[in-house]
């Protein structure tokens, strides 16, 4: 069965801060991972999205890695500001299986920028 | 400004009745998409349409109707029969169904059951 495990659940830094999202998946044939960010009461942004040859890529302060190999993915904020709090999801695609429109949605990190 | 506009964004819903969530794109997109979001849970797909005039069931289909007679619109309807409707819907569209394709979300609608 696909899945999208991300980590942690929640996480509160200080303004200014970084920070790092982890998203572990079991999906296969891997088609592309996203990330999108969702602010409360709206709807997901994409921030970026990576293929199978790719292993980084920027958006701004948003900086995503992928490793193919082990299946893990991550989500790096530098030098955070408060409206980066939010949460933000990994979705991960295949060509075929997860959900009928191919795609494994994770659950999210619940993020806390504190003054 | 291109996007997708979903209406209304909150929703008060009586038991036994049907209520009809709103879902317009001016992207061009052929693809559009329902998505059910409960806390804690990730996004669950409810139906999906490629084409006009066809759409398809998602994972969690039971108690929910669509319809897709125009490119540009794809309204949900929460029937009844939806024993737990209460739950932030997105909708969302995409150039085209296929694992490749970014999805464009709309800002979403927010049903409880009163």
């Known amino acids: 069965k696909n899945q999208v495990e991300q980590s942690p659940q929640s996480l509160i830094i200080l303004e200014g801060k970084n920070c790092t999202l982890q998203?572990?998946?079991?999906?296969?044939?891997?088609?592309?991972l996203r990330w999108y960010k969702q602010d409360t009461g709206r709807g997901p942004v994409s921030l970026t999205i990576?293929?199978?040859?790719?292993n980084t890529k920027s958006n701004g302060r948003y900086t995503a890695t992928l490793d193919a190999d082990t299946k893990q993915s991550s989500l790096h904020i530098t030098a955070s500001q408060l409206s980066d709090s939010a949460s933000y999801i990994c979705?991960?695609?295949?060509?075929?299986?997860?959900?009928?429109?191919?795609?494994?949605f994770g659950k999210g990190t619940h993020l806390i920028i504190q003054p | 400004d291109g996007g997708i506009t979903q209406s209304p964004k909150y929703l008060f819903r009586k038991e036994g009745q049907n209520v009809t969530l709103s879902c317009e794109q001016n992207?061009?997109?052929?693809?559009m998409y329902w998505y059910r979001q409960d806390p804690g849970q990730g996004l669950r797909l409810i139906y999906y349409?490629?084409?006009?005039?066809?759409?398809q069931k998602g994972d969690i289909a039971e108690g929910y109707s669509v319809s897709r007679e125009k490119k540009e619109s794809f309204p949900l309807t929460v029937t009844s029969a939806q024993k737990n409707p209460t739950a932030f819907y997105l909708c969302?569209?995409?150039?085209?169904?296929?694992?490749?394709?970014?999805?464009?979300f709309g800002s979403g609608t927010r049903l409880t059951v009163v």
């Open positions: 969302a569209s995409s150039i085209n169904r296929g694992a490749n394709y970014g999805y464009t």
């Open positions: 998203c572990n998946y079991t999906v296969s044939p891997f088609s592309n």
């Open positions: 990576m293929t199978f040859s790719e």
């Open positions: 979705v991960v695609s295949a060509y075929s299986g997860g959900g009928a429109d191919g795609l494994t």
């Open positions: 992207l061009n997109h052929d693809a």
């Open positions: 349409s490629q084409i006009v005039n066809d759409f």
